[in-house]
C-alpha cells in the first residue's frame, strides 16, 4: 500500500488542481491546454506555496503515455488519401513557411548563442510551430470556420502536422551529434519512408479484414480494448526499430483512420486520451521556473515577436505563391501565428535526451502561453491590414498582387505518361518495400530457426522457397500490374513511338524481380553468378506464366483497393461528402459549408419556408443531412430537426452571418432548473373553491395553472380518470401533478 499511496495521491493532487484552474480558464474563454500547464506550475518543484507532488517519475511515464495517445488520437484524425487530395497548393504554401520559419529560428538561436543542437531544436520548433487544435477553436469560437479561408488553413496545418511527426523521428535520429550529413539525412527520411509505407500497406490490407469478421460482437469495450492494444503494439514496434513509440501510436491511428469503424474508435478512446493528454500537459507546467523566465525574458519576447511577424511575412508571401489572394493570404497566414502543442513535444524530447539546455523547455512554453493568449487578436488584425494596404497601395498593384496564381495547377498537357509514371512507381516502391520486409524477416528469424531443426543445405532450401513463395505475387505485380493500367494500353496503341520506352520501362522491372530473386538464391547457396542470374531469370518467367499467380495477385489488388475505398463508400452512402460541384463556386466568390442545426435551437420544429433563409440571410440551402438521409433541393416545406446538418451555398460575409444568427437562435438554459421537481398532491374541493360547478376542461388547471389531474378519489381502491365534462363537487378529492410554485397557487 506504503508503494500505491504515492501514486494516487498524486494523481488525485494534479487532477483537483487542474479541474479548479481549467474550470476558470474555461470560464475566462482561454484554451484549457494553458490551464493544465498553469496547473503543472503550481503543483510543481518550482512552486513552494502550494502542494507539489512526490514522485515525478511516474508523472513522467503517464506524461509518456500521454504523448503516445495525443498521437495516436492524431493519426484517427489523419488521412494519407486526404494529403494527395488536396492538390499541390497547400504542399507550395507549406514548403515556403517551413523553410522561411526554419532559417528564422535557426538564426534566432545563433543570435541567442545556443548551441547547435539547440538551434536546430529551437529552428525545428519554429517551423512546425503552428497549432491545429488551438486555431480549430479560435475559428470556432471567431464563428470562422465555415469562410473559405479556414479550410486551407486547415489544409495547412494537416500537412504540418504530419511534417511535425517526421522531424521529431529525425530529430531522435541525430541526437547523438551536433551536426547532420546530407548522407545521413537521405538515410533516415528513406528508414522513414520505408516503414510508413510497409506497415500502412500492410494495415490497410489486414485491419479493416479483421474488424469486418468482428464487427458483430465487437462491443464498445472490447472496441476500446482492442484499438488501444493496436496502438502499443505498433509503439513497441516503432521502438524496437529506432523510432520514438509515439511516432508508432500515430501510424496506427493513421490506418485505422481508413476504416469505417474509426468515428466508434475516436468516441471510446477520447476520454483516455483527454485524461492522459492532460497529465501530459501538467508535466510541461512543472517544468516552468519563474526564475528562467525572468533571466530569458528577452529571448521568450523574441521568440514572440519572431513567430507572430515571420508567419505573418512569411506566411502571406508563401500563400500568395501556392495561388491565393492577398486577403486570403493574410488571413490563413495570421490564423497560424501560434506556438502550440507539438513544440512541447520537440522540446520535453530534446531534455529527456540531454541534448538542450534545460531552460529551452519553459522559454518555449512561456512563448507558447503568449502566442497562443494573442491568436485570436493577430486573426482579427488580419482584415484591417488589408483594408489598409488596400488604401494604400495602388490600385493597379493590388489587382497584380490579388490575380498572382503561381501556384495554381496548370494541365500544361493531355498526356498520359504522368498519371502512367505515377502509377507505376507507386506499384514498384510499395511492392518492393513489401518485398524486402518479407526478406529481411525470412531470412533473420526463420532461417536461424529452420536450421535449428534441418540440416544447414536443407533448411536453406526451405527457408529460400517459403521466401519466393511469399514474395512471388508482389515480384508479379511489380512486372506487370502497370501493363494493364488503361494508360499503359492507350500509350501502347496510340503511337509506335510509345512502345519502345514501355518495353524499356518494362525490361527494367523484370530486372528489379530478377534481382530480388537472384539476391536470395545467392544468400542461400555458392553458385556461380552466371547460375544464379539463370536459376533468377527462370523462376522470375514462370511467376509471369502462372495462372494461379496471377489470379492472387488480381485478389490481392481489389482487397487492397476496397479497404482503402472504404471510408469513401461510408461517405457517400451516408451523404457526407460535399458535392463535386463545390469546387467551382470558388471562382464565383461563393463557397458551400456546413451547419449543424443545435438541439435547443428555436428553429426546430419550423419550415423553411417559415425560416426565409435566402431573403434575410441571402444563402441556399442546397442540401439537409439527417442520419443517413440527404434531402437534396430541400422544398419550402421541409422541417428542420434538431442534429440536421444544413448545406448552404453563400459568400463568406453572409455564410459567417448565418452561422452566427443560428448559434443566437437558442432556448434559453433554464438556471433554476432544480425547482422545477415534479410533485404529487392531493387537492379538497372546498364550499369556497372556485372549482365548484366548472368542469374539468374549462377549470384551468391545465391551462392556467400548469398542472395535471391524475384522477379523482372516490374513495375507491383504484383513481376515477379526469372526464373532461364532469363538473368539479364540494367534497371532492383530487389528485393534481405538477411543479412546485404551480401546485401551490392551485391551491392557494
Known sequence: MSNIAPLIGDLGLILVVAGIVTLLFKRLKQPLVLGYIVAGFLVGPNMPYTPSIVDRVDVQVWADIGVVFLLFSMGLDFSFKKIFKLGTAPFIAVLGIVVSMFTIGYTAGWLFGWTSMERIFLASIFSVCSSSTIVYKTFNELKLKQQRFASLVLSVLVIEDVLSIVIMVMLSAIAGGDSLSSMELIKITTKIAFFIILWFVVGIYLVPIFLRKTRKIMTNEILLVVSLAMCFFMAIFSAQVGFSSAFGAFVMGSILAETVDVHKIIKVVEPIKDLFGAVFFVSVGMLVDVKILIDYALPILSIVALVIVGQAIFGTFSFMLSGNSLKTSMQSSFSMAQIGEFPFIIASLGVSLGVIGNFMYPVIVAASAITTFLTPYVIKSAVPLYNGLERVLPRRWMKMINHMNVGTERDSSNSLWKPFMIRMLRTVVIYSIISIAVISLMLTFFLPFIRSILPHWWANAVCGGLTLMF?????????LAPNHSSEFKVLWNESHK??????????????????????????????????????????????????????????????FVENLRARDIEAVVLGHNKPLYARHLQDRDLHIADFEVPENSIWIGKTLEELQLASIYGIQVSSILRGKHRINIPGGSTIIYPGDVIQAIGSDEKLMAFHTAMSEALVPDDLEIEMREMKLKQLIVEKDSYLIGKTVQNSGIRDRFNCMIVGFDDGNE???????????????????????????????
Open 471 to 479: 514474395i512471388a505475387a508482389f515480384l508479379r505485380a511489380i512486372v
Open 498 to 559: 510509345n512502345r519502345l520506352p514501355l518495353t524499356f520501362m518494362t525490361f527494367v522491372r523484370i530486372v528489379i524481380a530478377v534481382a530480388f530473386t537472384f539476391y536470395i538464391c545467392n544468400y542461400l547457396s555458392r553458385f556461380s553468378f552466371a547460375l544464379m542470374i539463370s536459376i533468377a531469370l527462370v523462376m522470375v518467367i514462370l511467376m509471369l506464366m502462372s495462372r494461379r499467380l496471377k489470379s492472387r495477385t488480381i485478389r490481392m489488388e481489389r482487397q
Open 718 to 748: 383504484e383513481l376515477t380518470p379526469a372526464n373532461p365534462a364532469r363538473e368539479f363537487k364540494i367534497g371532492d378529492v383530487v389528485w393534481l401533478v405538477g411543479e412546485k410554485e404551480s401546485l401551490k397557487e392551485l391551491m392557494s
